[in-house]
């Protein structure tokens, strides 16, 4: 108490010293002290763009915008980067797990929130919960192991064996690559969207699911209602699955086979994509246009994973915003 | 009681901090140095090896080595972004220019051989230069083709797709690999060519020797290529390969020895450039030598001989790197054979010292002799 | 078949589809799990936890120095990290009129979905180019990660507790500085430190922002300019190795590694039941 009369003391005198027409407060001085601090989430967030803008300052001068569509990643002899197959490498494996993963996650979120008993609800979701909570090296480890041999060994044969003779699924099967890497991702960007599926699903108005069984709906047809209620923010939760799947680094790097190629031969062949390559080269880059070519390549990561974030964001924000209250990732 | 709670996690935390620092073992009495390295993979257990045994007797000195390939030491050699790089290729004409004095120290002596994961097939499967490098031209694409059951008439080889297995970083074992396909056949040699990096016709790549042998281990049907070491610590199955004597040499420490041997007399001096200097070049027409292994080859330290021109480096740390190398190639030649290496012969050992004792810091030498 | 029957049926196949969908999800983590486990334990023994990095083809070792990096890095990492979390969190819950704030929150989640390996990158651009690869630019990497999970929990930890609190103590002259600090902060406190304790999870097992920041590091703690061990990384480097001896200190690391993630998260969820759900970090 002392202290704070004290204070109040200090802040009154200052304000009239310096003549102020409202006073200061011990309030308006905690609230600027913490806002500082928010604001620092700012500063990192313009800090890091100017960081990567200036040290992909080299590449970007060297080889502007054909940056994008260069296909070549020559270190050593020519020193000529491009990172096309990078962004193809991640936006074709991303695509995949989507196509793996969203299906799975609608049926998983539905599940727990429709169909699943209360009290089993609570151990699956945590369960659920518990995959996102594996780091994504420990994915990778599994997936060097486990997965590749089991894909190997029992799925891809047969897959080859159907549908060999369409060019996407013929070729060498050495266990890793593209569809293994898409695999990876679709595992972890499950839980991501279960989470957001799962309270887009629980903000939807008792009224409507009672009023579809009045009139004597099954449980499939009352949950048809649900989702198309929920459509919009189903396709938020779709592309911020993507925005995770794009970033994702050590699990795709252990699986994928980390080769740079403009386009794999199949999807059993071996890819690359950017956060991989940055992983893998960016010790190893001993000069500067290397590393900054590397860099240039994280700008670019970087800027495709805002948009995407952004835009899933606003998506998602808006569809909750109709019941106001906690936010939840 | 409130307010205090938080602080007292703070504290905790702290704590435990200070503690995990505290619980290493200080070296209070001597500045801790550390000596950056970079390069090959090659002699990365050796070198590995030799940091580990050099802290125990010098506990203040922490060599620091990063595998980043030999093309990866090279381009950090010339930046002068490390103390030492380590490659298997010596600095060609255009390096030597980049980085002049650059002193080439042969360190130890290893082979290149082909590993394969053949399920049912064990060490010995035979090679000629020419399959090899038809197989990884891409040409010959299934175990059981008919030029390698020729030569394998005992083996049963499997109806499968050869998976081919390179390096993706730029690699001294690939230089000296493709230094011997070249050498070996001219279809090679138009289409690919020798360098720490070539474009590979087929295959996939792998980091590092270590990767090599991963990508080997993980992938049935598969052949790669890898320092002799690294097969032998994986217990990965490799190949005999013919010699230009038409023998089919198994690579083990006599192999590699006396195909250096052949060599050994005429090194460069320390200070002269080594771009000419190649055991698989000498070796490979070469009908007269008997019992070699075709694929041998040193591995360099490479330092500039005038230390200061690296940026951050004292004069405790430029003599705590001469003496670090001065052992290595000394006491540290004692950890070579168990490791499946070959320890340099006395006559290297002399060359060396002549080319250690050029090293200098300001001007003055730094060697005690 | 009427109508009537199709829309049983039609019922009755999507209700096993969907069960199946969440059979199938959880496969691969009961996969993880039981792997880690039973490829773990072998290779957990006292010299495991006292030992540091083996050389090559050596047997025996550990990962003591992993350990010991590891708590060192995330430490550091709080200490940079949480002030600010909950700093910002604080702001953001009680100060929420502020049309800053919606702004803040909204960047806030920006930032959290920024991929790992881009915060190393940043932190490499900023922090390696200058002092080198250290524990410090690995640090604040992970504070970076840290820093909008903490913001977001300890907001919504706050945002928990009943306006009549307040109302009370500004009701008796409390200033709010004093009510949020003293009463709010408390009030909230298991679910801040819920927050906190995730976020440490979280970063315990990111192993790319270390990758660029620090490297591969087989001694002890050498200081806070140079790198440190990571087990997180220690998996990747060890994994992707063809050494024998390496490969198993990579499941023992991942045993460790996921022990402790699960252990907390567990722990985070048996000491809020009831109270809300969804700690989420």
């Known amino acids: 108490m002392k202290t704070h009369q004290k204070l109040f003391i200090f802040l009154h005198n200052s304000s009239i010293k310096l003549h102020l027409k409202k006073p200061i407060t011990s309030d308006d001085v905690f609230k600027f002290i913490t806002s500082l601090f928010a604001l620092s989430i700012f500063l990192i967030l313009g800090l890091m763009v100017y960081e990567l803008i200036k040290e992909s300052y080299l590449s970007i001068q060297t080889f502007g915008l054909k940056f994008l569509i260069g296909i070549k990643w020559d270190p050593a002899i020519s020193q000529v980067f491009g990172a096309l197959p990078l962004i193809l490498g991640t936006l074709t494996t991303s695509a995949i797990a989507l196509f793996i993963g969203v299906p799975i996650s609608l049926g998983v979120s539905l599940a727990l929130s429709e169909y699943m008993p209360k009290n089993f609800e609570f151990v699956f979701s945590f369960l659920i919960e518990l995959l996102a909570a594996v780091p994504s090296v420990i994915y990778g480890l599994w997936g060097i192991f486990i997965l590749i041999p089991f894909l190997r060994d029992n799925i891809y044969p047969f897959l080859q064996a159907i549908f060999g003779f369409i060019p996407l699924f013929s070729g060498p ?6 569809l293994t890497g898409g695999v990876v991702l679709a595992i972890m960007i499950i839980p991501i969207i279960s989470a957001i599926l799962r309270d887009l699903f629980s903000i939807v108005p008792i009224s409507q699911k009672e009023a579809i069984i009045a009139l004597g709906a099954t ?76 860099i240039n390549v994280g700008l670019v990561l970087l800027f495709i994973s805002l948009a995407v974030n952004i835009l899933a964001r606003l998506i998602v924000w808006r569809t909750l915003k109709l019941v106001k209250g906690i936010v939840r990732e | 009681m409130k307010i205090i709670y938080k602080i007292t996690i703070l504290v905790i935390m702290i704590t435990i901090i200070v503690i995990s620092m505290l619980a290493y073992p200080y070296i209070s009495s001597q500045k801790a140095i550390t000596l950056n390295g970079a390069g090959a993979t090659f002699p990365f257990p050796l070198i590995d090896k030799w940091a580990a045994e050099y802290h125990k007797i010098k506990p203040n000195i922490q060599v620091n080595y990063q595998g980043i390939g030999s093309g990866g030491g090279i381009k950090a050699h010339i930046e002068k972004t490390v103390y030492f790089a380590a490659s298997d290729a010596p600095l060609t004409d255009e390096q030597f220019v980049k980085a002049p004095n650059t002193l080439h120290i042969p360190i130890t002596i290893g082979g290149i051989v082909p590993v394969y994961n053949i399920p049912g097939i064990s060490k010995g499967l035979k ?23 020729a030569i394998n008439p005992d083996i049963n080889l499997p109806n499968h797709e050869i998976i081919v297995i ?34 590979w016709p087929t295959g996939l790549g792998g980091k590092g020797n270590d990767g090599v042998t991963a990508l080997v281990q993980q992938n049935p049907y598969s052949i790669g290529y890898v320092e002799f070491t690294f097969a032998k610590k994986s217990n990965l199955a490799y190949g005999y390969v013919q010699n230009a004597a038409g023998e089919f040499i198994e690579p083990n420490l006599e192999s590699f020895s006396k195909a250096a041997a052949f060599v050994a007399i005429n090194l460069p001096k320390g200070d002269e450039k080594w771009s000419d200097f190649s055991i698989v070049d000498s070796l490979v027409n070469n009908k007269q030598a008997i019992g070699v292994y075709p694929i041998t080859s040193f591995s ?40 499946y290496y070959v320890p340099l012969p006395s006559n290297v050992i002399i060359h060396n010292e002549e080319t250690l004792q050029m090293i200098t810091y300001n001007g003055q030498k730094l060697c005690k002799g | 078949m009427d109508r009537y029957k199709l829309r049983i049926i039609k019922d009755r196949i999507m209700k096993i589809l969907v069960y199946s969908a969440l059979f199938i999800a959880l496969i691969p983590l009961f996969s993880v799990l039981y792997e880690v486990i039973l490829r773990g334990i072998f290779v957990i023994n006292i010299d495991f936890f006292t030992k540091p990095t083996p050389s090559i083809g050596e047997t025996g070792g550990g990962i003591a120095n992993a350990i010991q990096g590891t708590i060192i890095t995330i430490g550091l990492a709080s200490l940079m990290g949480v002030p600010i979390g909950l700093m910002s969190g604080i702001f953001l819950s009680e100060y929420s009129e502020a049309k800053l704030s919606l702004i803040i929150r909204f960047f806030n989640d920006v930032l959290s979905g920024i991929p790992s390996i881009i915060i190393g990158v940043f932190s490499y651009a900023l922090i390696v180019r200058s002092i080198g690869f250290s524990v410090i630019a690995s640090a604040f ?73 620090m490297g591969y590091w087989r001694w002890w703690f050498a200081g806070l300019f140079k790198p440190v061990a990571n087990l997180a990384l220690n998996i990747f480097v060890f994994a992707t190795s063809p050494f024998e001896s390496w490969i198993a200190l990579a499941w023992g690391s991942a045993l460790v590694l996921i022990l402790f ?21």
Request: proline share 3%; glycine share 8%; charged share 20%.
């Open chain 1, 173 to 178: 099967i050495y266990g890793g690559g593209v």
């Open chain 3, 141 to 213: 990497a992970l504070s970076i990660i840290m820093i909008p999970l903490i913001t977001r929990s300890t907001e919504e930890a706050l945002k928990l507790v009943p306006m009549s609190i307040r109302e009370a103590a500004i009701a008796l002259g409390i200033p709010k500085w004093k009510t949020i600090i003293t009463i709010v902060l408390s009030s909230a406190k298991k679910a801040i430190i819920t927050g906190i304790l995730l976020s440490l999870a979280r970063i315990a097992g990111e192993s790319a922002p270390v990758l660029v920041t």
């Open chain 1, 219 to 294: 449980k499939w047809e009352t949950v048809k209602t649900v989702i198309s209620y929920t459509r919009s923010g189903i396709i938020g939760a779709i592309i911020l699955g993507l925005g995770r799947a794009i970033g994702e680094t050590m699990a795709i790097t252990m699986v994928i086979g980390n080769k740079f190629q403009f386009l794999p031969s199949s999807l059993f062949d071996a890819w690359y994509t950017m956060a991989a390559i940055i992983a893998n080269e960016l010790l190893e880059a001993t000069y500067d246009l290397y590393i900054s070519a590397l």
């Open chain 2, 166 to 199: 390179h390096r993706s970083d730029g690699s001294g074992t690939t230089f000296i690999w493709t230094s011997y396909l070249s050498d070996i056949s001219q279809e090679w040699k138009e289409k690919v060519g020798r360098s720490t990096s070539v474009n």
């Open chain 2, 127 to 149: 090679f000629t230069g020419e399959i090899l490098a038809d197989i990884f031209l891409g040409k010959i694409n299934k175990w059981n083709d008919p030029k390698l059951a």
């Open chain 3, 261 to 281: 993630i699960l252990g907390i998260n567990i722990a985070v969820r048996f000491f809020t039941r009831g109270e809300y759900y969804g700690a989420k970090a």
């Open chain 2, 300 to 339: 360099y330290i490479l330092i500039y001989k005038e230390l200061n021109v690296l940026p951050n480096i004292d004069e405790a740390t430029a003599k705590a790197l001469v003496d670090f190398l001065w052992w290595a190639i000394h006491d540290g030649q004692n950890y070579a054979a168990e490791l």
